[in-house]
């Protein structure tokens, strides 16, 4: 809906920006901010797990430890970030060559890093994905005009308190 103008402004996951880069290619100029606070200043951070299993032999454990190791290492990570939109994985990532060297070609990728200190998980609860995505939907429902705002938060709230009566039998 961005790049086709239909919304001036949205909030997404950093790992979006490629989405917004080829759909708004030619048709505009955009950048991004960080995300709009109000009094908590609270920004949501995320990210996907890397893990051991503890059921793994000692050989495996010694691998995975190894291979986790190389994974979130300052030169690698900055890597990742680099090649994916995300952000590395350690701070000492940002003093590598590769970080220092994209963020002068591209200040951009360093608007994220301004709301670290401000970050906050996602609720710890086996139910959260599915709430996202009634969260999503009323927006996206609402934004659409496929309902009016009232409708949709009565509807969201009525699914988010079945999700959660689930969650806390």
């Excluded at 995320?46 to 454990?61: H, N, Y």
């Excluded at 990742?80 to 591209?106: E, F, H, M």
Aim: neutral net charge; charged residues 25%.
């Amino acid at each position: 809906m961005f790049g086709q103008g239909t919304v001036l402004m949205y909030i997404d996951t950093i790992a979006g920006r490629t989405y917004v880069e080829q759909s708004a290619k030619g048709k505009f100029q955009w950048s991004w901010a960080p995300v709009p606070v109000w009094k908590t200043r609270n920004v949501p951070f995320a990210g996907t797990d890397v893990i051991m299993f503890s059921t793994a032999k000692e050989e495996e454990k010694r691998a995975a430890w190894e291979f986790m190791k190389y994974l979130i290492s300052p030169e690698v990570t900055a890597y990742w970030a680099v090649n994916t939109g995300y952000l590395p994985v350690r701070r000492s990532a940002l003093q590598t060559t590769i970080w220092k060297q994209a963020a002068k070609a591209d200040p951009l990728i360093e608007i994220p890093l301004q709301q670290i200190d401000n970050a906050k998980m996602d609720p710890q609860l086996s139910v959260w994905t599915e709430i996202r995505n009634v969260v999503s939907t009323m927006f996206n429902d609402f934004i659409n005009g496929k309902v009016d705002m009232e409708t949709a938060i009565k509807k969201a709230d009525a699914e988010i308190k079945k999700y959660l009566a689930e969650e806390y039998k």
